[in-house]
């Protein structure tokens, strides 16, 4: 429970940032669904609000560790994540590639500050890190003072429409960590992911399994992922107060029958928590 002092707090301070940041938002195919995405907002802000304050404080609690890892973001010197680092020498199907000597990351989805990291030894590592709530999470930081290194401060985009604003084969690598299930249509935000991504090139998605049904489908959290008999699945059920649909996609299928993907490009690491799935051609 929020204390009304602080809801209220919140409150304005929402108000304020809708007001600054309401035309960066793009209406995609589906204007109802891109409404109702923004109302759902209102349940983010408090979680959003306490974990900046948190982090800017510098929290001296031993063990927290969300606030130890919002401090460790922005370390300009935090080195890049050894997972990206292992998909970058070799593909999802073994293959390796000679060492790169400079690699370009999209981190989708990356929340107020990209948690990828930036440095590797020896190589030149650009990161661009993307968010819808980009304009919101950069007034954030700013009313909390919060700075650090340019590579962690995400635009603003849509998942949806990542081609449209990098175009084709663009990036080395996409990251994409406990995001894509707040999409308006996290398909389409995994289809644009590959058009982004250069040919052969991996998407890695980590996610909490089920996500949209652990947390009732509260705020932004509509969607889950799961692996099903080996198969990556979204789902969500249909909702009578939404007007939305049940939906349940067969992602490997899916991406095939549009040709961004062989049949056997996608790889998966059950981890509790997250689940960590890798998609590439």
């Known amino acids: 429970m929020v204390p009304r002092l602080v809801s209220s707090v919140l409150q304005a301070l929402r108000v304020s940032w809708a007001g600054q940041c309401g035309s960066q938002h793009h209406d995609l195919h589906d204007r109802s669904a891109c409404q109702q995405w923004r109302n759902d ?11 900046m304050q948190n982090g800017s404080q510098r929290a001296t ?3 927290d560790d969300v606030v130890a ?6 370390d300009p010197e935090a080195p890049l994540k050894p997972r990206l680092r292992e998909l970058l020498l070799s593909d999802v199907l073994g293959n390796t590639a000679d060492d790169p000597r400079k690699v370009r990351i999209l981190d989708a989805g990356s929340g107020p500050v990209s948690s990828v990291g930036s440095t590797w030894s020896g190589i030149d590592v650009e990161v661009v890190a993307v968010d819808a709530l980009a304009c919101e999470y950069n007034a954030m930081r ?37 995001s894509l299930d707040h999409a308006i249509d996290p398909v389409l ?55 939305t649909p049940a939906v ?11 040709g961004l993907l062989a049949a056997e490009g996608v790889e998966i690491r059950s981890v509790e928590p997250p689940a960590d799935v890798v998609v590439g051609e």
């Open 41 to 51: 907002l209102r349940d983010e802000f408090p979680l959003l609000f306490r974990w």
């Open 61 to 63: 609690v031993v063990g």
């Open 69 to 74: 890892a919002f401090v460790n973001t922005l």
């Open 142 to 178: 700013g009313h909390f003072g919060i700075v650090g290194p340019a590579w962690t401060v995400p635009r603003v985009a849509e998942v949806e429409s990542l081609s449209g604003v990098f175009g084709l084969l663009a990036f080395d690598v996409v990251h994409c960590e406990n």
């Open 189 to 243: 935000g995994l289809e644009e992911m590959l058009k982004v991504v250069r040919l052969g090139g991996p998407v890695i998605l980590r996610h909490i399994v089920n996500a949209g049904a652990q947390h009732a489908y509260a705020g932004l959290r509509q969607w889950n992922m799961d692996i099903q008999d080996g198969r990556f699945i979204i789902w969500r059920p249909a909702s009578d107060w939404r007007g």
């Open 248 to 258: 349940w996609v067969d992602v490997m299928s899916h991406l095939v029958s549009l």
